[in-house]
């Protein structure tokens, strides 16, 4: 299964997107109050394993998987 991912730049980690701003973990990816063309374009699908994030492992095993 692919989930939506985008790497951040700043930890230069790959976290998996909860919603336009935030990923599961807490951190904000997008600071701006719209949503652009580009900041869609950020966001790749990608396997679970490929996510080096581990609390986004940790939260989405725990609260999204059955």
Known sequence: MHYPTVLLSNTNEMHIVKDEQTCICGEK???????????????????????DCPLCKVLFKNDYQV
């Open 29 to 51: 990816y997008n600071y701006f109050s719209t949503f652009t063309r580009s900041d869609l374009r950020k966001i790749k699908f990608k396997k679970l394993d490929e996510v």
